[in-house]
């Protein structure tokens, strides 16, 4: 069983930054990636930004290029995510999942494990 904790959404203004935490806790596989997924009201959940733990590589979703960091402390088994420049399409809850291989793609169903989700809202 992995476990998987979700925290740092809030309000935030337009154009504001702010960053989320996923903890991993558990047993986790010797090969594995870390996603972060997002859904807005009526919309299909979407997928953000993945990370592998074993070597770092990362992908991004086109909407947040150049605009979100993914990133990780091994010593935390914690993934984060920076945001920056928050427009108000990027309201959604945010999800981490995590996946048994170290290739990341945002295909939903391979991820295995999922967090309980953060509320982010950018408003003004």
């Known amino acids: 069983q992995v476990q998987l904790v979700e925290s740092g959404g809030t309000l935030v203004q337009p154009g504001g930054s702010l960053t989320l935490s996923c903890e991993v806790s558990?047993?986790?596989?010797?090969?594995?990636?870390i996603g972060w997924f997002r859904q807005a009201p009526g919309k299909e959940r979407e997928g953000v930004s993945c990370?592998?733990?074993?070597?770092?590589?990362?992908t991004y979703g086109d909407p947040v290029k150049g605009r979100f960091t993914i990133s990780r402390d091994t010593a935390k088994n914690t993934v984060y995510l920076q945001m920056n420049s928050l427009k108000p399409e990027d309201t959604a809850v945010y999800y981490c999942a995590t996946k048994r291989s170290s290739w990341c793609d945002f295909n939903e169903y391979e991820y295995e494990y999922w967090g309980q989700g953060t509320q982010v809202t950018a408003s003004s």
């Open positions: 558990g047993r986790t596989p010797d090969y594995y990636a």
């Open positions: 990370i592998s733990a074993n070597d770092g590589s990362t």
